[in-house]
């Protein structure tokens, strides 16, 4: 069993950063794929960003292309995701979530296996 905690959300005036960060526990973070989604009132869940095990392949939504970046450093058991020139519609919680199996970079949130708590993102206007 593997536990997520995401940190790093907060309110944010629109054209600002945040980096959320996501601690991954247990010794086998390494083979995970890695991937960010994100939850706006009334939507369902979307797919941002995510990155394969050997964090060589990344992929990212439209919507956040040339914004956002993912990485990991498996020293830390950690991957992150640091967000730029936030826009209003970006407003969403935040979701860490892993791959055990394939460990390549996923877009479709069923192939991931366990998922954070999710922290809040909030840009204003």
């Known amino acids: 069993q593997v536990q997520l905690v995401e940190s790093g959300g907060g309110l944010v005036q629109a054209g600002g950063s945040l980096r959320l960060s996501c601690v991954a526990s247990?010794?086998?973070?390494?083979?995970?794929?890695m991937g960010w989604f994100r939850q706006a009132p009334g939507k369902e869940r979307e797919f941002v960003a995510v990155?394969?095990?050997?964090?060589?392949?990344?992929y990212y939504a439209d919507s956040v292309k040339g914004r956002f970046t993912i990485s990991r450093d498996n020293a830390k058991n950690t991957v992150s995701l640091q967000m730029n020139s936030l826009k209003p519609e970006d407003t969403a919680v935040y979701y860490c979530?892993?791959?055990?199996?394939?460990?390549?970079?996923?877009?479709?949130?069923?192939?991931?296996?366990?998922w954070g708590q999710g922290t809040q993102v909030t840009v204003s206007s």
């Open positions: 247990g010794r086998t973070f390494s083979v995970y794929a």
């Open positions: 979530a892993a791959d055990r199996n394939s460990g390549r970079a996923y877009t479709d949130q069923y192939e991931y296996d366990y």
């Open positions: 990155l394969s095990r050997s964090g060589l392949t990344t």
